[in-house]
């Protein structure tokens, strides 16, 4: 079962990881910082070894950003970024997993301090079973 | 592209030529890797130059040239950088005995256990038994999987590195752990067979499917243990359920249910080998999950109508497996038989309790099934929202087009 992570984060300046940037993260203390930075990198070599890890990317600052929309008969470009929210997509995770509750244990060690983390299931084009 | 029936010949043939290898060298490993080497060069000669004629005896042969080659060059690196004792296999340069055919059984049995060890987690499992059971090559099983073929070759690399920590690959395990273990075979074949099932990336004829993998390696496991009625239950639910692959998708890719499908378009053959196979089954042994399931199979194949399906037997066979398997997947399968037997207000009864349980929150199976009682409780309107609130959590896209369809099909005029 495939899974999508997303991090919704609003580092200022943008930087990765976003931890390190956000405010609430800005107030842990080094050692803090550096518990989490720890986990995290485990994490990561955990579901990279165990082949559950499909592909991850940090994006760039939104402001980076072009946007295209449909207007009239033609698409119409500008610069970014899309949303003027708090959160901005800052990265995201594909992960293909046995069950939900594993997307869920590995999503929830994504949440750090001013991250907000979604975990989607992604669609498939196979039917169920009849 | 290569010739499917010398593809069926060669792939028959790795778990046995694996299990050879692995009896004479040792090295799961690098025996597997010998293996796929050998694959490789079965699909680039046999189809120019003809199938040898042994062509078990011919893989073995190529096989074991390569695992030499791997196994000198290995001790070759561990003695240049460590410097240490010389690491030999078990017997590198013997002769090649004879390939002794009686031994075939409990080699391809032998190999399906190792893949399926319990150190392993399911998904490696599902992976090494692809590759090293069928096969198969990482390129086809990630295609198979979409994913990359990087994703699904850290998973087989990791699972041979774990494997590598067994003190007797080889050895069978004792007899207590044995139903274990070969539950645990069945469960990964079971899990081949769905994932074949349901998945359209075996449209292209390069990549075998899945479904007609898991039925070929499900008659290997049924041949090794003919005794074993929960393999023969496994092997029939396959058969039962892949006779009516093709009366199950529209023209246009759309998802037909049970109840309307074209029966002349399944699959005959399937059905009376599947039906001898839990005929025979039932009667010996203990009742298990698959052998339920094949029977509840049976029943429905069985019915030359929709009409005509044995409700009563269906809702009972039911009832025998929330016994042995209790979940809250089975009730809702036992719900859907006891509204056609009994009519829609027992059945809702039966999931009435569901509907609370948080954990069943993301299944939308269960508002599927709640919104078709409703419907056939006469309750057009929950059972519109029902629908919608199904489709909201379908992460089959031709399902969810499916239940959106019957949302659309209750609105007010």
């Known amino acids: 079962m495939k899974y999508v992570i997303l991090i919704h984060a609003n580092p200022n300046p943008w930087g990765h990881p976003t931890g390190h940037f956000t405010d609430e993260g800005r107030r842990l203390d080094a050692t803090q910082r550096a518990a989490m930075d720890r986990k995290f990198d485990e994490l990561m070599e955990t579901v990279a070894a165990s082949g559950e890890l499909v592909v991850g990317e940090a994006l760039a600052d939104p402001a980076s950003s072009t946007i295209y929309r449909w207007e009239g008969d033609a698409h119409v470009a500008t610069d970014g970024p899309y949303a003027e929210t708090k959160e901005h997509l800052a990265g995201f995770f594909l992960v293909d997993v046995e069950s939900r509750e594993r997307a869920e244990e590995i999503a929830a060690s994504f949440a750090h301090p001013g991250d907000v983390i979604e975990l989607r299931p992604a669609m498939w084009a196979g039917g169920p079973d009849a | ?413």
């Open chain 2, 1 to 413: 592209m290569s010739d499917p029936s010398l593809d069926v010949v060669w792939r028959a043939c790795a778990p046995r030529v694996l299990g050879a290898l692995v009896r004479r060298y040792g090295h799961f490993d690098a025996a597997e890797e010998a293996l796929q080497d050998a694959l490789v060069a079965a699909a680039r000669q046999w189809p120019s130059e003809g199938m040898p004629d042994d062509p078990k005896a011919w893989l073995i042969r190529v096989a074991s040239r390569r695992l030499v080659d791997r196994l000198r060059a290995d001790d070759a690196r561990a003695r240049r950088e460590e410097r240490v004792a010389r690491r030999a296999p078990t017997n590198p340069l013997g002769p090649m005995g004879p390939a002794d055919a009686s031994v075939d059984r409990d080699d391809t049995l032998a190999v399906m256990l190792l893949c399926c060890h319990p150190m392993l987690s399911r998904p490696s499992q599902v992976a090494l038994t692809l590759r090293a059971v069928a096969g198969l090559t990482t390129a086809q099983i990630a295609r198979s999987f979409l994913v990359p073929e990087s994703t699904m070759a850290q998973r087989i690399v990791r699972a041979k590195a774990r494997l590598a920590e067994v003190a007797d690959p080889f050895g069978l395990p004792p007899v207590t752990e044995m139903p274990a273990r070969v539950a645990a075979v069945a469960h990964v074949l079971y899990l081949v067979f769905t994932e074949g099932h349901s998945a359209t990336a075996g449209g292209s004829l390069t990549i075998p499917s899945l479904g007609a993998e898991a039925i070929r390696l499900a008659r290997e496991l049924h041949r090794s243990l003919p005794d074993d009625s929960e393999v023969s239950g496994l092997l029939a639910l396959m058969l039962l359920t892949d006779a009516r692959r093709s009366a199950r998708t529209g023209t246009d890719g759309s998802f037909i249910p049970l109840a309307e499908q074209d029966r002349g378009r399944w699959n005959r053959d399937q059905i009376t080998e599947g039906i001898a196979l839990v005929d025979a089954a039932l009667p010996f042994g203990p009742v298990g999950p698959y052998q339920l399931q094949a029977a509840i199979a049976a029943v429905h194949d069985e019915a030359a109508t929709a009409e005509a399906t044995d409700w009563a037997q269906i809702e009972q066979l039911y009832e025998m497996l929330e016994r042995i398997a209790p979940g809250p997947i089975v009730t809702l399968n036992r719900a859907v038989a006891v509204a056609e037997a009994r009519g829609p207000l027992a059945a809702m009864e039966l999931i009435d309790p569901l509907l609370d349980d948080r954990r069943l929150r993301h299944t939308h199976r269960l508002h599927a099934v709640h919104a078709h009682l409703l419907e056939l409780a006469g309750r057009p309107d929950d059972a519109r929202t029902a629908y919608l609130l199904a489709a909201r959590q379908a992460t089959s896209i031709p399902e969810q087009r499916h239940l959106h369809a019957a949302a659309r099909r209750l609105e007010p005029e």
